[in-house]
């Protein structure tokens, strides 16, 4: 076919990943293509545009170009260089093989020459092979960079929500509004209250949007930030975990109370029901079901809600359930003067703890450094060939998750020191106030208090049962002991949160 008579395709092609700023815009392609043609004569049938990337076959634009060629509705193609056209095997193989049946007869570049002679079409799978290996190193470095990064403990992305991106350490620091708000996220749905679509309404009603457009965050949003272990300081990436350095926004504990109610698949159904003071307390001795309550004849009365079987639990009035939490109560308080006495005990007892926790804490110092020298050796022995990569990431996760637990005990250690005594304090604060409570206290207080002080709240043949917590149960236990004055009761030594290593009994 003569010059003259040819028909050519203009391709042009630009994808939005491609790192080469060197690269033409697709405008400035079609604008430098055109004139190149127009200067050299040739017959443009049809433009071809794309924008995907060429390192991978199965770009449409492209096939439809060639399924073109095949047909002969073109004889040639104008493009800015060979790897516009392909920068991968298959697709750069395929524009060879048109060339050597005939199909392609021109292959016309301005920055490239071609023509279909053995030279030429040599030349030509050069121009394919570079652009590939352009492609397969730039992939290599790539990821041989995220690789380094990880192994540094740094984020090598763009930072999730709670995080931004610091261009300066190139590293992941805390997004201080945000923060907050997503650790509030992780507290209610450890609760087990509420389901992922209440958690979602509620913090972002308190302002969390995401960061592109400000958009509204979506539940599937949520459920994929409850799961991700960069929270509380380890990252994920493929499926193996690393040590991260960034400062997490949660605990490791908190974030295993959520995958706990992950696990339950939880969910909270929230009504708008009559507020009552006792409603949703208690549960049936009988059946297990929450105890309700309901108005009848101007008396309040609790009752099974029967969900599961019918239940022969009998009603009882919600004055006699009030009358048995005072006497519970009572039960369980402690006259001002011992509480006094128990406290300066206590002082002594948080000396002793407080040597005792320094030494604690040196040993999960000395176990953190042993973990952090086994996954160093674990590196050794898989670059070694000792182990295998499978049993690299498996043995370095089991390091990497027994640290982080031990660093989280010695952050604890180190934060709360003599705060650990603060539960026995309160406790001995909640018994004076449980005597108070008992007489002039209201019922929604009464009940908190109750709350505190025990678990496992049930009614049972109209009576309470409730499982109380120590030292609650050894006051219990104690207060029908009138004949007890002060000395003798003070001379037990239940308050120190532990048994006496001379037990005695009582006389």
Known sequence: MEKSNMRYFLYARKSTDEPDRQILSIEAQLTELRDYAKKEGLTIVREFIESKTAKAPGRDIFNEMVAGLEQGVAQGIVAWHPDRLARNSIDGGRIIYLVDTGKIQELKFPTFWFDPTPQGKFMLSIAFGQSKYYVDNLSENVKRGIRQKLRNGIWPAWAPMGYINDRNTHTIVVDRPKAPLIKKAFELYATGKYPIAEVRSRINAAGLEGRR?????????????????????????????????????????????????????????????????????????????????????????????KRKSPCSEPFVREEEVEKQIRDLLKGVSLPPALAADALDKLKKEEMKAAQAGERAAQNLRDKIAFLTKNMNALLDMVLSGMITQDEYAQKKRSCIEEKKEYEMKLAAFEREGSKR?????????????????????????????????????????????????????????????????????????????RRDSNPRSSP
């Open 213 to 305: 457009y400000k958009k509204v965050m979506s539940v599937s949003n949520y459920h994929y930030m409850l799961q991700n272990p960069l929270y509380y300081g380890v990252i994920r990436y493929y499926g193996e975990i690393y040590e991260g350095k960034h400062k997490p926004i949660i605990s490791k504990a908190l974030f295993d109370k959520c995958q706990e109610v992950l696990s339950r698949k939880s969910k909270s159904h929230t009504k708008t029901l009559k507020p009552y003071v006792y409603r949703g307390a208690f549960r049936c001795a009988n059946c297990g079901c929450f105890i309700t309550t309901e108005t009848q004849k101007g008396h309040n009365y609790l009752h099974c809600t």
């Open 421 to 497: 005594f603060e539960p026995l304090i309160g406790f001995y604060k909640t018994a004076v106030l449980a005597g108070e409570s008992a007489v002039s206290g209201n019922p929604e207080a009464n009940l908190q208090i109750l709350k505190n002080i025990g678990s496992n709240l049930i009614i049972g043949g109209k009576k309470i049962k409730l499982k109380l917590n120590f030292p609650a149960e050894k006051l219990r236990a104690l207060a029908g002991l009138a004949d007890l004055n002060c000395a003798k009761f003070s001379q037990k030594k239940i308050w120190r949160g």
